[in-house]
Nanobody, 114 residues
Framework: QVQLVESGGGLVQPGGSLRLSCAGS????????MGWYRQAPGNQREVVAT???????GYADFVTGRFTISRDNAKNTVYLQMNSLKVEDTAVYYC????????WGQGTQVTVSS
């Protein structure tokens, strides 16, 4: 059974930091292109950051310089380090993995509020 399980979301003040984790179950993430997406109320789901199976990264303009995507193949986990968080970063964050077909995690809520 293939699953992607996100964790690490929560409530944080503007300017704060948070690290999200995406753990694979029944799937070897090292062979997958991975990404983090987010969806805020009333908005479309949008890409936040991506990392290929060989470690090439890409970022949406609105997070460049603030967020870092990484992967630890030994732990079968992908991370999203979020620094300098803004209120507009508030959203449900989803992990996505693709080899041939794609898989989505269930999402984790990130709320940035003063």
């Amino acid at each position: 059974q293939v699953q992607l399980v996100e964790s690490g979301g929560g409530l944080v003040q503007p300017g704060g930091s948070l690290r999200l984790s995406c753990a694979g179950s029944g799937i070897t993430l090292s062979r997958y292109d991975m990404g983090w997406y987010r969806q805020a109320p009333g908005n479309q789901r949008e890409v936040v950051a991506t990392i290929t199976n060989v470690g090439r990264t890409g970022y949406a303009d609105f997070v460049t310089g603030r967020f870092t995507i990484s992967r630890d193949n030994a732990k079968n986990t992908v991370y999203l380090q979020m620094n300098s968080l803004k209120v507009e970063d508030t959203a449900v964050y989803y992990c996505y993995g693709r080899l041939n077909g794609g898989y989505w995690g269930q999402g984790t809520q990130v709320t940035v509020s003063s």
